[in-house]
């Protein structure tokens, strides 16, 4: 794109998602909104300008006067709007049919539809944000729990932008002593210093970046999430766990094997997580062809499972068959869960022998009674965070981001290679020192390809 040309156009958006609401929004950006606002509104007071910032009254009227909707509207003068450029607001009444004709109202007024994301890639352009900042706005519209929320709005006023930019500067220390010993060949390795300069980026510049390549592994499930399948045999309890952790009837529950045919998927949060919930039709040797489509859709649905709960009915002996199918699952990253344990002349005993036996950790539950159900969620956690005190980090950086920290890594260690040669030429330092810098610098936005932008940006939704 080219990006002058491109932000000369005013654009426009329905903001508010489809369906019925008290209010719909529209918004208008560019040099042209207040021209356009001037054309299809009519205050209920007659007046020639709007002061910025303030809410007016009055109706939409289409080109023949008529009047389409009351409304409230709101000029905002650049650049202190969200794309830095003059922004104009209609509040109406959200129906489909309304926005819609307002809407259009708007793009015959000269206005053009804006794409996903254009009103927060503008204020990227307008220099309102830098590009993580602008990652961080998609991430605050999708988070999924608590602590994903946190994390967008720390990025959002700049956390990762800062502590990359705080890298880079130590960076640039080592390049600026680097570019001497290049401006002064003949005391070269005396400007240089390289053992000093290894040891900064060793010690001081590769642990911070480190860190916050940890932080995205430990911050991707708060912010992702991970899917859990419960699997087993028929009449395990699987549905009625289901419905447990997700604390509504979702799944049928009977005591007939063979209940759930299909899988079903729900999201939950266990323990500030997001959670997708995938329970499936019981497994065994079937003739029922529904269900045996079921069990065939089970089994792949453990390949994607970041934690499989394999689910035993206690309260039946001990069986081969049951076994045999914890051998499958136990291909996967799992967790035996006895259950119905308040049943009392069942096979819990024999069970929990076996189990042992198996060398496999397990947990007792029972869905009837709701026993252990806390110490389930925590188990599952524990499972997928691993056992050390789970701190959700302070900074996470988005996949793209992770990416580009570990190639400037990359980089550093290859300057370290350079600096310990024998003769540490600062030339080739140099080259890979700069190439680190330019990765980060991708980061905030500095140097931004056309594909990464709209990659970025694509991911938003319309309006936004
Ligand atoms: N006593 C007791 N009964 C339970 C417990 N959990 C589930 N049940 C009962 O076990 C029966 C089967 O439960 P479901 O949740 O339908 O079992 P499922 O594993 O989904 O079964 P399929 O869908 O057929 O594979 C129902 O009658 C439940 O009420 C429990 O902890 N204790
Ligand atoms: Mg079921």
């Known amino acids: 794109m080219n990006a002058k040309n491109f932000l000369e156009d005013t654009i426009s958006a329905i903001a508010t998602p489809p369906g019925k609401g008290a209010i719909g929004v529209i918004k208008i950006s560019g040099k042209d909104a207040l021209s356009i606002l001037k054309k299809i509104f009519k205050p209920a007071k007659p007046r020639e300008s709007f002061e910025s910032h303030k809410l ?15 409304v409230l509207v709101t000029y905002m003068k650049a650049p202190r709007t969200y794309t830095r450029e003059d922004v104009v607001e209609i509040y109406a009444h959200s129906g489909y049919l309304i926005l819609r004709k307002i809407f259009e109202l708007i793009l015959l007024s000269g206005a053009r539809q804006a794409k996903p994301g254009e009103f927060t890639l503008r204020a990227f352009l307008n220099g309102r944000i830098d590009l993580a900042q602008a990652e961080a706005i998609e991430e605050l519209i999708s988070a999924k729990s608590e602590e994903a929320l946190d994390l967008a709005l720390k990025n959002l006023f700049g956390g990762i932008s800062e502590k990359v930019n705080q890298i880079k500067s130590q960076i640039l220390e080592v390049l600026v002593q680097v570019e001497t010993a290049i401006d002064f060949p003949e005391e070269d390795v005396e400007i240089m210093q390289p053992e000093e300069l290894k040891k900064k980026i060793e010690n001081e510049i590769l642990p911070e970046i480190d860190s916050l390549i940890k932080a995205y592994n430990q911050g991707r499930i708060y912010k992702e999430g991970i899917s859990l399948v419960i699997a087993g045999k028929p009449n395990a309890g699987k549905s009625s766990l289901m419905n447990a952790l997700l604390k509504e009837e979702r799944a049928i529950v009977t005591p007939i094997p063979g209940t759930t045919r299909d899988f079903l998927e729900e999201e939950a949060t266990i323990e500030g997580i997001p959670v997708k919930l995938i329970d499936t039709a019981g497994l065994r040797e079937t003739e029922d062809p529904v269900e045996k489509i079921g069990v065939e859709i089970a089994k792949k649905k ?22 045999k199918l914890l051998e499958e699952v136990a291909k996967f990253p799992h967790l035996v869960v006895l259950n119905k344990i308040d049943i009392k002349n069942g096979y819990l005993k024999d069970w929990r022998e076996t189990i042992k036996g198996l060398n496999e950790e397990w947990i007792e539950i029972s869905v009837k009674t709701g026993t252990n159900l806390d110490l389930l969620a925590k188990k599952v956690v524990e499972k997928i965070l691993g056992k050390e005190k789970r701190d959700v980090p302070q900074l996470v950086p988005t996949l793209r981001q992770k990416v580009l920290l570990e190639k400037a890594k990359n980089a550093l260690k290859r300057a370290l290679e350079a600096l310990s040669s024998k003769e540490p030429l600062p030339e080739l330092v140099a080259v890979e020192v700069r190439d680190a810098l330019s990765e980060l610098s991708e980061i905030v936005g500095e140097v931004t390809s056309e594909d990464v932008l709209s990659e970025i940006f694509s991911k938003f939704c319309i309006g936004k």
């Open 56 to 70: 007016y009254y009055g109706f939409i009227i289409d080109s023949q006067g008529k009047v389409i909707d009351e």
């Open 302 to 323: 453990f390949k994607e499972a970041d934690l499989i709960l394999f689910l035993i009915d206690t309260s039946e002996p001990v069986s081969q068959e049951v076994l």
